[in-house]
């Protein structure tokens, strides 16, 4: 094996099949090595729809790889979230201006199956069915597991885009610590289903989020282009009612969804057989102070920084991190050299999104149809009208452009103390004191 422009990728998920082609279309020879059996043969893993919000960052890498076409085929567009309080009227809240601020609704299956048709017509080798299993960092050789054979294989450079529980991460560790740290939700979540209705049509509004917040607990829906919803409840794992502690069967999720989620009763007749059926999910944020090992490892995606999934921006993320590294690589006159600059350049902005999400579990569990947050809004929407180019709403500015994440996020304070204080008392924009307003949107945002 000639060993420069040789790239082992370990994990062939949504990075792992992206990077291969950026890394294939530039020259690189490339493998990827995959732990579960091709999806385009077996059917994809689990069986169920489970599906992702796609927004620009995520996009743009897909542009990039030539893979958005395929993709936008099979995805269901998202105006805004549509709210259904417990008390009052259900109502789309638009995300953007128009419909060139939307965001995508697609199948993670189908989305991995594009991505690995395209890594390999660039001619990316893809190994099923090979679990790492012990990586050998002093002779380079990476050990798998195939069904009950072990493999081992000479690398030059191994990416480790294996995902929240990576194993690469794991072997790295054992010869450099990597100062890994695990913060647990103590929320987790339960997926459900929307099948079509009788006439084959959804439900209920296909083109949007649909969020039926709680307080301290919510259920979302996102649509899939079979025309069903894919349901997710997120509550505490254990403590007051309710809890995935007190609600554990089909029996006891039927009587919590009579009384907080009544209207979602009739639209998931198996809620039930899907209750009993699905794991309870957790969720967790993963922090490292190193994401490489010199030139011969390094982590992108969920296995560098794994978030919290309530601003849809894991997937975008780990995008964002293979065009970043695939440049890098690209650029730089060492690996050693790439994946330091790659570090150094995406770990404030992995930090920026995994907080963003946290923050975003409060708003969307509990502020989404609270009268302030809504008057914040407004004010947001008036402003973005005011000072085009300077004050840009928190959301556009996460899931609409592709500003470094760590700058959305210091922008998104400096607004919201300025929101907060412009609306503080009142319960309409009329009362707005416009001047002190403005004079404070341009002393305190630079123009983007
Ligand atoms: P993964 O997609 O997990 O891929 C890892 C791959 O590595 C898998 O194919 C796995 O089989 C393989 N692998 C693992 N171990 C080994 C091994 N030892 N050897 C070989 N292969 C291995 N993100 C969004 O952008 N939008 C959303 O709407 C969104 N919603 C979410 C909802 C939920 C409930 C959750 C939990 C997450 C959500 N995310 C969302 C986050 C998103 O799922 C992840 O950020 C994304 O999948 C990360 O991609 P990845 O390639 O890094 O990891
Ligand atoms: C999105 C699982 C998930 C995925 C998402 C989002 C949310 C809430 C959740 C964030 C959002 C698309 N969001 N929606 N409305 N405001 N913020 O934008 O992906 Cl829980």
Not at 74 to 79: C, K, S
Not at 223 to 245: A, C, I, Q, W
Not at 355 to 368: G, P
């Amino acid at each position: 094996m000639t060993a420069d422009r040789n790239i082992t990728i370990i994990g062939g998920g949504l990075a792992g099949a992206l990077l291969a082609t950026l890394l294939a279309q530039r020259g690189w020879s490339v493998d990827v090595y995959e732990r579960r059996g091709d999806p385009r043969v077996e059917g994809y893993a689990g069986g169920r729809s489970i599906n992702l919000a796609l927004a620009e960052r995520g996009l743009h890498a897909l542009r990039q790889a030539g893979a958005d076409g395929e993709v936008l085929k099979q995805a269901v567009m998202m105006r805004g979230r549509f709210v259904h309080p417990l008390h009052g009227e259900p109502g789309l809240q638009r995300y953007g201006r128009d419909d060139s601020e939307v965001i995508w609704s697609i199948n993670r299956g189908e989305l991995n199956i594009v991505l690995l048709d395209i890594a390999e017509s660039h001619g990316a080798r893809l190994h099923f069915d090979h679990r790492l299993d012990r990586v050998d960092f002093i002779d380079r050789i990476a050990h798998f597991k195939r069904h009950e054979d072990d493999i081992a294989r000479p690398f030059h450079a191994l990416v480790g885009a294996d995902g929240a529980g990576s194993t690469q991460r794991a072997e790295m560790a054992k010869v450099q610590p990597l100062g890994e740290r695990t913060e647990w939700l103590d929320h987790g979540y339960k997926e459900l289903e929307i099948p079509p209705a009788l006439d084959g049509d959804f439900r209920i509004e296909p083109n949007a989020l649909h969020i039926w917040p709680r307080g301290h607990y919510m259920c979302i829906a996102l649509p899939n282009d079979e025309r069903t919803f894919t349901v997710t409840l997120f509550m505490p794992h254990k403590g007051e009612y309710p809890s995935f502690e007190q609600v554990q069967d089909g029996d006891a999720a039927q009587a919590l969804f009579q009384r907080d989620f009544p209207d979602t009763l009739p639209l998931i007749p198996e809620l039930r057989q899907d209750f009993d059926a699905n794991p309870v999910g957790s969720l967790a944020t993963l922090y490292l102070d190193r994401w490489h090992l010199d030139g011969r490892a390094v982590l992108i995606g969920d296995a560098a920084h794994a978030m919290v999934p309530f601003h849809g921006q894991g997937m975008n993320c780990a995008f964002e991190d293979c065009v970043a590294l695939a440049e890098h690589i690209e650029r730089a006159p060492s690996l050693a050299e790439a994946f330091a600059a790659f570090e150094a350049q995406r770990k404030p902005d992995a930090e920026a999104i995994q907080q963003m999400a946290l923050e975003n579990y409060i708003e969307m569990r509990d502020k989404v149809d609270n009268a302030d947050y809504l008057l914040q809004r407004q004010l947001e929407l008036a402003l973005q009208e005011r000072h085009p180019g300077r004050f840009i709403p928190h959301y556009s500015m996460v899931s609409f452009m592709r500003i470094p994440y760590s700058l959305a996020l210091r922008r998104s304070k400096i607004q919201h103390e300025v929101l907060v204080e412009a609306t503080r008392g009142l319960d309409s924009l009329d009362g707005v004191d416009w001047q002190v307003v403005d004079a404070a949107v341009l002393a305190r945002l630079e123009p983007l």
